[in-house]
């Protein structure tokens, strides 16, 4: 139940269940499939090996509320669809975008094939996998899922808009 002003077109949206409440929010869990149904024909992409890999199906991470939650409730969390694209473009674009810097201009003085071009490379990984984490430390709450709608008992409410 998702309310008539959300776009799940600009909102990546996914339902969750309270596990843990605290004061100002809560410990909340989404479950996955364990895999589509191409994984489960063993024609798929490797997203269910690298869901078996990971332990259970369940991922667990806090959200802010200002209403009190109990555990047990539903509620729904939203994402802008901008914010997910941001967020894979700095942890996935930085660090490869710095490490094909860093062995491209290795290359260009010294002659291809020289031993420093894949360890210029696998240094600009490191250097960008540390300003990812600079950047998650800094910015990491305005990449963190909102409670968009709580469930208890029948019952719905909205947070207030960010």
Not at 25 to 46: D, H, N, W
Not at 59 to 82: E, I, K, T
Request: proline fraction near 6%; charged fraction near 15%.
């Amino acid at each position: 139940m998702i309310p008539d002003g959300i776009s799940q077109s600009s909102y990546l949206i996914e339902e969750a269940r309270v596990v843990q409440p605290y004061a100002g929010g809560a410990l909340v869990e989404i479950s996955r499939p364990s895999s589509c149904q191409r994984c489960e024909a063993r024609q798929g992409c490797g997203s269910g090996l690298l869901a078996r890999w990971r332990q259970g199906n369940a991922q667990r991470f806090n959200v802010n509320s200002a209403h009190p939650l109990q555990a047990g409730d539903r509620v729904y969390l939203s994402l802008p669809a901008s914010r997910f694209l941001q967020g894979t473009l700095v942890v996935y674009g930085i660090p490869l975008g710095l490490a094909l810097l860093a062995g491209g201009v290795t290359e260009m003085f010294l002659s291809a094939g020289h031993m420093a071009v894949p360890l210029t490379f696998a240094l600009g990984l490191a250097v960008g996998w540390g300003i990812v984490q600079w950047h998650e430390h800094h910015h990491a709450a305005s990449f963190r899922p909102r409670l968009l709608i709580r469930e208890t008992s029948g019952l719905s409410s909205m947070e207030p808009p960010e």
